[in-house]
């Protein structure tokens, strides 16, 4: 397998899709390479924890530029399920990234991380340095749970009084598995997680499902109420040791509040922010055009070259 994207580094092409398994630490990992373009590849980080990268269909528009990688973190999608909870750390996703990538030869490589995939992504390289890295997209990401937190109350606040208070009454309570509590979150995740409505199903997504467990083990109930082990993450204090190219990509109604990650780019000497009007968290979901245009302007930049 280590000769198939060093091929690609040597000018090769690859056809236009290539997937299987790979082994990491804790279990096997299933994995999608996408395109047949000669720019240096993408490596994607799916959200959740416990999510799945079937949201990144989008992305493989850009397979005629780059290959662009996917996989499904061990434990979701249709990667392996292992049991045991002690696999659920920041520390051993990094180690899964780093076994993949040496798998598949990726000498050199653009990372982007979106939401909990951002997290890993500024773990990775601060773990790791930047050796290879050309770039790093940190897409609507979760860099501080206390940020997070904050800025998740203040959109409460703009929610219907009653949705704010059965949200409050069943989290002092300790009863977000009320249907009444779920459906108030609804309203949450429909302003500030994704504004569109979805669209055709994708059928390869049917048996790629996520992991609710890993999601609530290590983040919490909801996504405005962190009670996991990621509740003390934070990166920010170390984000001035990115040196490298480095986009900062949130939405306008982003949970992920675009006033946080201007925070957070002037901790980056050199980086950039770039807000996607009209979407929330789900950039590709709710603005996948405006999303790619942006995405194609910052790495073309980083290799110094002009976008098409």
């Not at 997937?19 to 980080?45: A, D, K, M």
């Amino acid at each position: 397998m280590r000769w198939l994207l060093g091929l690609v580094l040597a000018g090769a092409s690859l056809a236009q899709s290539r997937e299987g398994f790979l082994n990491v630490p804790g279990g096997p990992v299933f994995y999608r390479i996408t395109g047949s373009g000669r720019g240096i590849p993408l490596v994607v980080l799916h959200g959740g924890p416990g999510g799945t990268s079937c949201g990144f269909r989008a992305l493989g528009t850009l397979g005629t530029e780059r290959p662009v990688v996917v996989y499904d973190q061990l434990g979701s999608g249709r990667s392996g399920r292992p049991a045991d909870p002690g696999l659920w750390r920041v520390e051993r996703f990094v180690e899964e990234l780093h076994a993949l990538r040496k798998q598949l030869g990726l000498q050199k490589m653009h990372l982007m991380g979106q939401s909990w995939g951002g997290s890993l992504a500024a773990a990775y390289v601060l773990a790791k340095g930047t050796k290879g890295i050309a770039s790093l997209t940190l897409s609507s990401a979760l860099l501080s749970t206390k940020d997070w937190m904050r800025d998740a109350g203040e959109l409460k606040k703009q929610l219907p009084a009653d949705v704010q208070e059965v949200l409050n009454r069943h989290e002092a309570a300790g009863t977000t598995n009320d249907p009444a509590y779920r459906k108030a979150e609804g309203e949450y995740t429909r302003r500030f997680v994704r504004r569109s409505s979805p669209g055709p199903p994708n059928p390869e997504c049917a048996e790629s499902l996520g992991n609710r467990t890993i999601y609530e083990q290590m983040w919490g109930p909801t996504e405005f109420f962190a009670t996991g082990s990621l509740k003390d993450f934070d990166v920010t204090g170390r984000l001035g040791e990115l040196r490298l190219p480095v986009l900062f990509l949130n939405g306008e109604f982003d949970e992920a509040r675009p006033e946080t990650a201007a925070r957070y780019q002037k901790l980056v000497p050199g980086s950039k922010l770039e807000v996607i009007p009209e979407a929330a968290h789900s950039l590709l979901g709710d603005q996948p055009a405006k999303t790619i245009e942006v995405l194609r302007r910052f790495w073309a930049a980083a290799e110094g070259k002009r976008a098409n």
